[in-house]
C-alpha cells in the first residue's frame, strides 16, 4: 500500500503525466456521450469505438470522422463535439481555471505547473493572467469569425440554421479542429473569398499560439518582439505560401481539383489548401483527388504543424526551424546556430531533434502497422498517420473503411500528436538524476 500511495502522489505532481491522463479522461468521457442513442439522428448507438474514435479526434482537435458529422450526428451529438474541440483546443487545465475562477477558488501551486505545462511556459509567474488573456481573446476571435461566416451561412441557410453554422465552423477553425457540419467541408465554397479567407485566418491564429498575441499586443513591432515570436511569424509565412506555390504548381491542370477554377480561385483555393495542410483538416477540393506528389507535400506541411502554444499539432515550426538553422549551421562550420543575432542554447537543439525522431518513429511505425491491417497504398496510410500526428483531420479518403484496430491505432496517434511525444515521454518514463560525472568524449565517423 506504502508503494501504491507513492506513486499515486507521483502521478498528481507530475504535471505531464496530469495532463496525459486528463485528455485521456475527457477523451473517455466523450465517448460515452457520443455513444449514446440520443447523439446519433437514427437513434441507434453508433458502437464505442466509433464513439471513442470520434471523441479522440474532437478533443485532439483533428477532425479525423468515421461518419458524416452533419449526416449522423443529432443536434445533442454535434454540441457534446463543439464542446470537446472547445475544451480539446484551449486545454482541460484552462477550462478547469475558469470554473475555479467563477467559484472564486484560488489557484494552487500545483495546478499553476500543471498549466505551465499546458501553455508551454518557461515559469509559472502570471499564469493565471495569461489564461484570462487566453480565455478572453480566445472568445473574442470566435466571435469576430462567427460574425464575417454568418455573412454567408445566414442568406444560404436562414437565420437560426446560419447562427449555428457560423458558431460551430468559428470554434473549430479557430481551434484547429476541422470538424464540418456543411457535409462536404467547405468544397461547395470553393470560390467565396469571405468564407475561404476568414476560416484560414481563424486557423492561422489559432495555430500561432497564444504567446505570439500577447507579445504583438505588447510589443507592436517586430524588431521588438522576442525571438520566439519572430520565429513562428517568419516560419509560418514561409510555410504557407511555399505551399501554397508548390500546390499551385503540381494541381493547376489536375481535372479534379484546380483544372476547372479561374485564376483567382485558384490561387486561394492553393492558399486555403496551404493553411489548413499544417493545422486544421477543412478542405474546399477534393483530397482523396489531388496527385500524389500533392499528398506528399502536404504529409511534410502536416508533419511540421502549427507553433508552441497554440491549438496546433505537428512537431511545431519551432523545432522544424531549429532543425533546420542546427543543420545550416553545421553545413557552414559555425560552432554556434544563430538566429535574428541571437545564439539557440544546446538545450533546445536537442530537444528538437527529439521531438522530430520521436515523431517521425511514431508515423513511420504506426504507417507500417496499419499496411498488415488495412487495404490502400502505402502513401494513403502515411496521408493518414501523419495527419493523425498533426492533429490535422485531412484524408484521402480512408477513415470511413478502417478496421478497428486501424481505428484504434489512430486514435492513440491523434492523442498522442495532441499531448506531445516528448511531453509523453516525460510523463511515463522514469526521469533519471543527473550522475555526478562525465565520461571521456569519444569519437565516431557519420555521414
Not at 511525444?421 to 526521469?431: E, G, Y
Request: proline fraction near 2%.
Amino acid at each position: 500500500m506504502a508503494i501504491l500511495s507513492k506513486y499515486l502522489k507521483n502521478i498528481r505532481l507530475n504535471p505531464p503525466r496530469v495532463l496525459a491522463l486528463g485528455f485521456g479522461t475527457l477523451i473517455l468521457i466523450g465517448a460515452i456521450l457520443l455513444n449514446l442513442p440520443i447523439a446519433s439522428q437514427n437513434g441507434e448507438s453508433i458502437g464505442f469505438i466509433n464513439s471513442f474514435f470520434t471523441s479522440a479526434s474532437a478533443v485532439c482537435v483533428t477532425g479525423l470522422v468515421v461518419v458524416n458529422t452533419a449526416k449522423h450526428w443529432s443536434l445533442f451529438g454535434k454540441i457534446v463535439i463543439i464542446i470537446l474541440i472547445q475544451i480539446g483546443g484551449l486545454g482541460f487545465m484552462t477550462m478547469a481555471t475558469i470554473v475555479a475562477m467563477l467559484m472564486g477558488k484560488k489557484i494552487s501551486l500545483k495546478e499553476r505547473l500543471i498549466i505551465k505545462e499546458q501553455l508551454n511556459q518557461e515559469n509559472i509567474s502570471g499564469l493565471v493572467r495569461l489564461t484570462r488573456y487566453v480565455i478572453f481573446s480566445t472568445l473574442l476571435i470566435e466571435l469576430i469569425g462567427a460574425i464575417l461566416l454568418s455573412t454567408k451561412f445566414i442568406p444560404r441557410y436562414g437565420t437560426i440554421k446560419g447562427i449555428w453554422f457560423s458558431i460551430f465552423h468559428s470554434i473549430s477553425a479557430f481551434c484547429n479542429a476541422g470538424f464540418d457540419i456543411i457535409g462536404e467541408s467547405i468544397v461547395p465554397f470553393v470560390g467565396d473569398f469571405i468564407i475561404n479567407i476568414t476560416i484560414a485566418l481563424l486557423i492561422i491564429i489559432g495555430g500561432l499560439g497564444f504567446n505570439v498575441y500577447i507579445d504583438i499586443s505588447q510589443r507592436k513591432s517586430f524588431k521588438r518582439l522576442h525571438l520566439h515570436s519572430k520565429l513562428v511569424i517568419v516560419i509560418t509565412l514561409i510555410l504557407i505560401f511555399t505551399g501554397m506555390f508548390l500546390i499551385l504548381l503540381v494541381e493547376r491542370h489536375n481535372p479534379d481539383t484546380l483544372a476547372s477554377l479561374s485564376t483567382g480561385d485558384k490561387l486561394l483555393a492553393s492558399f486555403f489548401q496551404s493553411v489548413i495542410a499544417r493545422t486544421a483538416g477543412f478542405n474546399s477540393v477534393d483530397i482523396s483527388k489531388l496527385y500524389d506528389t500533392t499528398g506528399f507535400i502536404l504529409i511534410i506541411l502536416m508533419y511540421i504543424g502549427g507553433s508552441p502554444g497554440s491549438t496546433a499539432g505537428g512537431i511545431k515550426t519551432t523545432t522544424f526551424s531549429t532543425i533546420i538553422l542546427t543543420t545550416m549551421a553545421v553545413v557552414r562550420g559555425n560552432k554556434d546556430v544563430s538566429v535574428f543575432n541571437r545564439r539557440l542554447n544546446q538545450d533546445i537543439i536537442n530537444r528538437a531533434l527529439a521531438i522530430a525522431t520521436i515523431g517521425l518513429a511514431l508515423i513511420l511505425t504506426v504507417s507500417l502497422i496499419l499496411t498488415l491491417t488495412e487495404e490502400g497504398n502505402f502513401l494513403d496510410l502515411l496521408f493518414e498517420t501523419t495527419s493523425a500526428f498533426g492533429t490535422v483531420g485531412l484524408t484521402r479518403g480512408i477513415t470511413p473503411n478502417l478496421s478497428n484496430v486501424g481505428k484504434i491505432l489512430i486514435t492513440i496517434t491523434m492523442y498522442l500528436g495532441r499531448v506531445g511525444p516528448l511531453t509523453m515521454a516525460f510523463a511515463f518514463s522514469q526521469r533519471q538524476k543527473q550522475p555526478l560525472y562525465r565520461h571521456c568524449e569519444g569519437n565516431i565517423i557519420v555521414g
